[in-house]
């Protein structure tokens, strides 16, 4: 990993609800355990509330992306695979895309 590169977290929920606030709260926290793990600090956090994860047009994913793309971004942390998407191919994709851009995805061993 490249150290000058920013540590980001993506966090997404299905629905703005209350419960969803505590959701995405859930995930912070679970990013932020394993980013003590990894001896790392999250620099920046995304997250997509009330967004479905049947597709990956999302506006922080997509800004996760261009972060990516632009350099910006050297790992990001996630709670559950499942934050990503939730169609198996689209993870796939997602995942490849990130590896393309030389980003390493960490995900939490409890997911």
Request: proline share 1%; net charge negative.
């Amino acid at each position: 990993m490249n150290t000058n590169k920013i540590v980001a977290c993506y966090c997404r929920s299905a629905s703005a609800a209350n419960d969803d606030s505590s959701q995405i709260d859930r995930q912070r926290s679970e990013s932020q355990e394993l980013a003590k793990e990894h001896q790392l600090s999250i620099e920046r956090f995304y997250i997509d509330e009330g967004v479905s994860g049947l597709t990956l047009n999302r506006p922080e994913f997509e800004r996760l992306i261009q972060d990516c793309k632009n350099g910006e971004i050297g790992t990001v942390l996630i709670s559950d695979i499942a934050r990503i998407a939730r169609d198996r191919t689209l993870v796939e994709v997602a995942l490849g895309i990130f590896q393309h851009l030389g980003v390493q995805v960490l995900v939490c061993a409890k997911s």
